[in-house]
């Protein structure tokens, strides 16, 4: 769901109530520029931003997936930090 900065603040109880169900997306000078989320919501992307697998947890494939992977043009400068 989206709206305006000016109805949020109209009505910030309703969208902290529709926050429940789905992210409301507060837009600002026509772009999105806060999203509000259940607090359930943002626990679980906190808890998957830290989800760490050891190698032998993973499968084949995406063992293989890992070695293929390639970064993106524009981050040479991350070459110096490889070992």
Known sequence: ?????????R???QYQDRAQ???V??????REHTVLLSA?????LRRRARLVMRTEEMSEADIEAIGRAEVPGGHERLDDEQG
Do not use: C
Request: glycine share 4%; proline share 4%; net charge positive.
């Open 40 to 44: 359930e919501e943002y626990r679980r």
């Open 21 to 23: 169900l789905e992210p």
């Open 1 to 9: 769901m989206k709206v305006t900065s000016s109805q949020f603040i």
């Open 11 to 13: 009505n910030i109880g």
């Open 25 to 30: 997306v507060v837009m600002k000078h026509n």
